[in-house]
C-alpha cells in the first residue's frame, strides 16, 4: 500500500486552464503539506494543513487554493495556469508539527504547462 | 530555521562508507537535525533524524556532535541505488506557534561508483 499518493501523475495542460491535483494518504497523520519542484531542483514548501486548518501559506499565488475535505485528504487546485507553473508537485503528511515526527513524501505529480 | 551547509558533490565507491557532512552552526537546543534524500525525482525519502544523540537505523547512521553544530550521516555499504540527493535540514521542534516547517537547501549528490 502507498502510504501517501498522489493523482494524476502526470498532468499535461495549456496555459489558463484550471486543474487540480489529489493527494491522500493512509497513514492515519493529521498534518498534510503540499511542496513545489522547480526545473532547477529546488524543492520548496507552499500549504500545510493541520486537521484540516491552513497552517502555513507561503506566499503561494491566489490562484493555487488547497483544500483539505478531511485529515487524510488534501487537493490542490490552481486556477488560470501559466508557463512558471511547470514544476513537480509533491505532498507529504506527518503526525503533527512537532520536529519529532518526520514527513512522509508522495511520488510527485508532475505538471507541464504549454 | 538554522541554515545548514553541505558539498554540492560527493563520490563514493560501491561497498564502502559513505560519508556525508552537513554543517549546521547556528542551531538552535530545540532544533532536529533531519536527513532525506531524493532519487531521481522521486519523492524525498525521510532517512533518519536526531535532536542530541547520535541515531542508528535499519538505513543509515547519524553522527551529531557535542556542540551540535555539524553532523554526518553515514551509509555503511553503499550501493549503486544510493546514487541519489541528500538534504541534511534543521527543523524547528514545532508547537507554540511553530510550524516545524521543514525546509529543502540544495543538498549533496552523491554519486556511488562501481
Known amino acids: 500500500d502507498t502510504a501517501v499518493s498522489q493523482t494524476p501523475k502526470y498532468l499535461v495542460t495549456q496555459m489558463g486552464n484550471d486543474k487540480s491535483i489529489k493527494c491522500e494518504q493512509n497513514?492515519?497523520?493529521?498534518?498534510m503539506y503540499w511542496y513545489k519542484q522547480d526545473s532547477k531542483k529546488f524543492l520548496k514548501i507552499m500549504f500545510s494543513?493541520?486537521?484540516?486548518?491552513?497552517?502555513i501559506n507561503e506566499t503561494v499565488p491566489n490562484r493555487f487554493s488547497p483544500k483539505s475535505p478531511d485529515k487524510a485528504h488534501l487537493n490542490l487546485h490552481i486556477n488560470s495556469l501559466e508557463l512558471g507553473d511547470s514544476a513537480v508537485y509533491f505532498c507529504?503528511?506527518?503526525?503533527?508539527?512537532?520536529?519529532?515526527?518526520?514527513?512522509?513524501f508522495g511520488n510527485g505529480t508532475r505538471l507541464t504547462v504549454t | 530555521d538554522a541554515k545548514t551547509t553541505q558539498p554540492p558533490s560527493m563520490d563514493c565507491a560501491e561497498g564502502r562508507a559513505a560519508n556525508l557532512p552537513c554543517n549546521h552552526s547556528?542551531?538552535?537546543?530545540?532544533?532536529?537535525v533531519y536527513w532525506y534524500r531524493q532519487i531521481h525525482s522521486q519523492g524525498p525519502q525521510y532517512i533518519i533524524h536526531?535532536?542530541?544523540n547520535n541515531e542508528t537505523n535499519e538505513m543509515a547512521s547519524l553522527i551529531i556532535t557535542e556542540d551540535r553544530k555539524s553532523s554526518t550521516l553515514i551509509l555503511p555499504h553503499a550501493t549503486l541505488r544510493d546514487t541519489a540527493v541528500y538534504y541534511c535540514i534543521v527543523r524547528a521542534a514545532g508547537g507554540s506557534g511553530n510550524t516545524g516547517k521543514l525546509i529543502f537547501g540544495q543538498g549533496t549528490t552523491l554519486q556511488v561508483k562501481p
Open positions: 494543513y493541520n486537521n484540516k486548518e491552513l497552517i
Open positions: 547556528t542551531i538552535s537546543g530545540n532544533e532536529y
Open positions: 497513514l492515519g497523520h493529521d498534518t
Open positions: 507529504a503528511s506527518s503526525q503533527g508539527t512537532g520536529g519529532n515526527s518526520p514527513l512522509h
Open positions: 536526531g535532536l542530541k
